[in-house]
């Protein structure tokens, strides 16, 4: 991700990096909510919750690995613990959308 990039090289583009993650979340929760509002199934709709508070604190911990890398990139397994955390991240969206795509119209049986 941008992010990863971002905590790698220097404060500025972290800052820049954080921001459009904040844009990107922000984007994905109104959807993500206008999608639970469409379903008429409440178990669909906590799932979609319980999926966007996963990648809250998935994204949270991307945000505070990156930050740790940018202030000391020389600290043990930083950089592991950023491609952790990114993976947790992109792990918590994947499941998210496969959620939505299994409660979409037609495909429950």
Sequence with gaps: TGLMAS??????RLAEGARQLGRDFTGLVDVSTELAGR???????TEM????????LASSKLLLAAKSLTADPSAPNSKGQLQT?????????NQLIN???QS??????
């Design 39 to 45: 379903s008429s199934d409440p178990k669909s709709q």
């Design 49 to 56: 919750v319980t999926n966007l508070k996963s990648i809250s």
């Design 99 to 101: 959620m939505c795509i």
């Design 7 to 12: 905590g790698r090289d220097e404060p500025k």
């Design 85 to 93: 955390a990114a993976r947790g991240v992109t792990d918590s969206i």
């Design 104 to 109: 979409a119209p037609g495909q429950k049986q």
